[in-house]
């Protein structure tokens, strides 16, 4: 039995775990949230009781009553992070208080109970202990991190939910795009919106993740690797891509990011990415930036990168940009500089191989 404040999680491994060959064999190439360990972690709330049965077991189908909450009203929210192996061979984790903490912030947004900060990290601490042994040996591998949460109760009508599962699940991660090109293409949705305000665009949730998929599935059709989004009321102003904060790159030194105004997720490697700008000399600009803007100042040359980040991808740069209205390439088409400056030292750094000067990383074993 583990504590976490006045949890106990119980421990009940798997007894038939995957065998060392077969894992061997999946994590030579284990692409992006496909493969899954053997182990997850389950805490139960209901009100007036708070939360409780809190464990580590055996990764399994979950049982649902077909009338669950879920299923009918969407109260659901989730976290995603990684946990690195350093250069030193320890595993550590990059920032997970600030994930807990916007855990909360989302569930306070879809009215639904706070997990602790505490209890979060132990729920994650744990998980990875038990599935050290899958970390990918592939180049930038990690084992990417699922904390989730959904309302269970079982009943049919619109109001919080009063019974709720904290589950966190692990994946073994390689690259996040397959495209294998150095910079990826955008296309911009004009006919769909990702949030508007007063909505749920700053909190992680489903189906913030649901709405996008249409303009997904239109940037596939013309072989677009991200959609961006534009503000629900003016279809004009640069908000983010369906999954990833975006950054632009000025000629003078500049770096400008869409301001945080409650439609768009404050992303935690958004937050780095601008402390490491700041360091690098850089005036960081959070401020509208309008499509319009944004190919002016790519055909003038006033723009000379422009990049998406987030956990899973990074930091990726931005290529060419399509839309109804025509393309247009940025810089050279390929990844700028500072881009992959920018990469490499928050890379450097989630990874241990230059020195932590923020605290950023946790080491657990």
């Given at each position: 039995m583990a504590r976490a404040e006045n949890l106990e999680f119980l421990i009940e491994k798997s007894d038939s775990p995957t065998s060392v060959e077969a894992r061997q064999a999946q994590l030579a190439d284990p692409g992006f949230g496909t493969l899954f360990t053997d182990h997850m972690v389950m805490i139960k709330y209901r009100e007036g009781q708070g939360w409780h049965d809190a464990r580590l077991q055996k990764r399994e189908p979950i049982a649902m009553d077909p009338a669950s909450s879920v299923l009918h009203y969407a109260q659901e929210i989730f976290e995603g992070m990684k946990a690195y192996r350093l250069a030193d061979g320890t595993t550590a984790l990059f920032r997970p208080e600030e994930n807990a903490r916007r855990f909360?912030?989302?569930?306070?947004?879809?009215?639904?109970?706070?997990?602790?900060?505490?209890?979060?990290?132990?729920?994650?601490?744990?998980?990875?202990?038990?599935?050290?042994?899958?970390?990918?040996?592939?180049?930038?591998?990690?084992?990417?991190?699922?904390?989730?949460?959904?309302a269970s109760e079982v009943f049919l009508g619109v109001r919080p939910a009063k019974e709720y599962l904290y589950m966190v699940i692990a994946s073994p991660a390689g690259a996040y795009f397959k495209s294998g090109a150095s910079a990826v293409s955008i296309w911009v949705s004009t006919d769909y919106s990702r949030a508007a305000t007063g909505?749920?665009?700053a909190a992680k949730c489903g189906g913030n993740y649901a709405a996008s998929l249409v303009a997904q599935a239109e940037a596939i059709e013309r072989d677009c690797d991200q959609v961006v989004f534009l503000d629900a009321a003016e279809h004009r102003w640069v908000e983010e891509l369906g999954g990833m904060n975006v950054f632009f790159v000025m000629d003078d030194g500049r770096l400008i990011t869409p301001p945080l105004s409650g439609t768009i997720l404050p992303g935690i490697t958004r937050e780095s990415i601008m402390m490491l700008a700041r360091e690098e000399g850089l005036t960081v600009e959070e401020r509208p930036y309008a499509i319009d803007q944004w190919e002016a100042d790519a055909n003038s040359g006033k723009l000379i990168e422009s990049f998406a980040c987030g956990t899973a991808a990074v930091v990726t740069p931005i290529g060419t940009v399509?839309?109804?209205?025509?393309?247009?390439?940025?810089?050279?088409?390929?990844?700028?500089?500072?881009?992959?400056?920018?990469?490499?030292?928050?890379?450097?750094?989630?990874r241990g191989v230059v020195e932590d000067k923020h605290g950023w990383v946790k080491r657990l074993f």
């Open positions: 909360q912030a989302s569930a306070r947004r879809m009215a639904m109970p706070e997990l602790p900060v505490s209890t979060f990290m132990q729920s994650i601490e744990l998980l990875v202990d038990v599935e050290r042994d899958w970390f990918p040996p592939v180049d930038g591998g990690s084992l990417y991190l699922r904390p989730f949460m959904f909505g749920t665009g399509k839309s109804e209205k025509g393309d247009f390439t940025i810089g050279s088409g390929g990844p700028g500089q500072l881009t992959g400056k920018l990469r490499a030292r928050l890379a450097d750094i989630q």
